[in-house]
């Protein structure tokens, strides 16, 4: 069995939080509306930033993790410091894993283009 790496711990930790997430939102529909709306207005945010000349790239996997993140867990925390935090951290520890970096290279390629 292969060793679970700080990136894969996340990974669970997330899916866990997710899962948590999702449960909670099936009681509320409120809150499933939100997230709705949250992915609506994201996404395009994050694929115009990929288009723009000399957004680096760290930035830009900043923007990814925090529309992801924010999907699953609404537009109301993205003013928090420790959401923002937490954005941070999944970020950094996504570029520290070989695997996560590249694949997350991947998608922002996939957005860049035109």
């Given amino acids: 069995m292969d060793p679970i790496s700080g990136a894969d711990h996340i990974v669970l930790l997330l899916r866990q939080r ?6 909670a939102s099936s009681r509320d529909k ?14 395009p945010v994050v694929q115009r930033l990929a288009s723009i000349d000399g957004v680096d790239d760290h930035q830009l996997r ?3 993790v925090q529309n992801l993140l924010t ?11 420790q959401f923002q935090q937490i954005v941070g951290r999944v970020t950094d520890a ?3 894993d070989t695997e996560a970096s590249k694949l997350i ?3 922002l390629s996939g957005l860049r283009a035109p």
């Fill in 105 to 107: 290279m991947q998608v």
């Fill in 30 to 43: 409120a809150k499933s509306r939100q997230a709705d709306d949250a992915e609506a207005t994201q996404t």
């Fill in 18 to 23: 997710l899962a948590e997430r999702a449960r």
């Fill in 94 to 96: 996504i570029e520290e």
């Fill in 62 to 64: 900043r923007a990814l």
């Fill in 71 to 81: 999907e699953q867990f609404g537009t109301s925390l993205l003013n928090d410091s």
